[in-house]
């Protein structure tokens, strides 16, 4: 029976985090880390800031020699409308915004204005889950970023290389996917070897910033895949380490921060520390409540969960199941709103059936 309960925990942890949730992002271009109006599709080039405002998608043009040209020049205004449907997630028109935009910038020989396209066009296809698609592309764009000069371990190569390790991870492929997983982590240990950045955060450059967080990032989603593989002491140490930069960088009451403490809370259930875990969850129940979270019913199934498999009081599994099927249900989130009639029905069997009658 605890199988079932953890069977929620791992479901729900990220909630669909490779997505949905990053960490804060710099200025800089290559910053995978913000939780951006994009969802979460970081690309190499493009989406390194909250949000695509003008003024913001001209600085990251600029890295590709279009900040002299016309404001509105069509290129440029043809690969925001192909960015803005990403953002709302019209990916049919999205793809079709960027091919005109490839089309007009092979017409004008412009290389960097194309590799620029082609790293979208791979986060669109991250994103829509056509991982053949976007692994072609996503090499393609590395092929030409190393070819004009940029370094094997530059931030957006590193980027890059763990999105096409959580394509492996997807997959199956555990063999790859490990490899990339450690091969981004490796990278970026070595750029922050004998640095105390956590330390001196404010006063990082934003190339430094980066590193940092992409370190993060590569290191949570290695967690995942360490859970995947049962693996749950190594699980526990990776989302610990994203827990630290995350509270440092974002702040203790962000999106990132709070998924980041559901996951430990999640993984410290499994080794049933559970008062640990009931901690964690807590605390991230009443940050969430604060931010107005989306990911309440989420965290309300995992406390539920986790209070049935300890088996102290059912009643209040029973209080946080049902708080996490009323605002599953109000929040439209269809798969936290079978899990927490999943969990309830689990109760059913479980508790005394005077625990059901209110």
Same mark, same amino acid.
């Given at each position: ?18 997505? %949905?949730?990053?960490?804060? #992002? ?40 279009? #900040? ?102 997807? /997959? ?111 605390? $991230?129940?009443?940050?969430? /409540?604060?931010?107005?979270? %989306? %990911? ?18 059912? $009643? ?5 199941? /049902? ?13 936290? $709103? ?21």
């Amino acid at each position: 029976m605890a199988s079932m309960a953890s069977s929620y925990r791992v479901l729900f942890r990220l909630v669909r985090r490779p997505f %949905n949730y990053i960490f804060r #992002q710099s200025s800089s271009p290559t910053s995978p880390i913000s939780s951006s109006s994009l969802p979460q599709v970081t690309q190499s080039f493009c989406q390194r800031l909250p949000s695509c405002k003008s003024a913001m998608l001209a600085g990251l043009l600029s890295l590709l020699g279009l #900040q002299e040209r016309e404001p509105e020049d069509p290129l440029i205004h043809t690969i925001k409308l192909g960015i803005l449907n990403l953002q709302r997630q019209d990916f049919n028109k999205a793809e079709s915004m960027l091919h005109i935009a490839l089309k007009m910038a092979q017409e004008r020989e412009d290389c960097q204005a194309e590799t620029y396209i082609f790293d979208i066009l791979a986060n669109v296809a991250f994103e829509k889950g056509d991982y053949d698609k976007a692994e072609k592309l996503f090499v393609d764009v590395m092929k030409r970023s190393i070819a004009a000069g940029m370094p094997r371990d530059d931030n957006a190569i590193v980027e890059m290389s763990l999105k096409l390790a959580e394509i492996y991870d997807h /997959r199956k492929d555990t063999k790859k996917a490990e490899q990339g997983y450690r091969f981004c982590i490796d990278a970026q240990e070595k750029k922050l070897e004998k640095k105390d950045y956590l330390e001196r955060l404010s006063e990082l450059s934003d190339v430094e910033k980066d590193t940092l967080v992409l370190w993060a990032r590569s290191t949570e989603a290695f967690g995942r895949h360490q859970l995947e593989q049962g693996r749950i002491l190594e699980a526990q140490k990776c989302f610990e380490d994203a827990l630290t930069v995350s509270e440092k960088v974002n702040g203790m009451e962000h999106e990132v921060t709070l998924s980041l403490l559901n996951d430990v809370g999640t993984v410290a259930s499994m080794l049933h520390d559970y008062d640990r875990a009931l901690k964690l969850l807590g605390e $991230a129940i009443a940050k969430g /409540r604060d931010i107005k979270s %989306n %990911n309440l019913a989420v965290f309300y199934c995992n406390l539920g969960g986790i209070l049935m498999e300890e088996g102290r009081s059912y $009643a209040e599994a029973e209080d946080a199941c /049902r708080e996490a099927l009323k605002l599953a249900t109000r929040t439209n989130n269809s798969e936290a $709103a079978v899990r927490s009639r999943e969990c309830l029905e689990e109760l059913k069997k479980r508790a005394p059936r005077a625990v059901f009658v209110r």
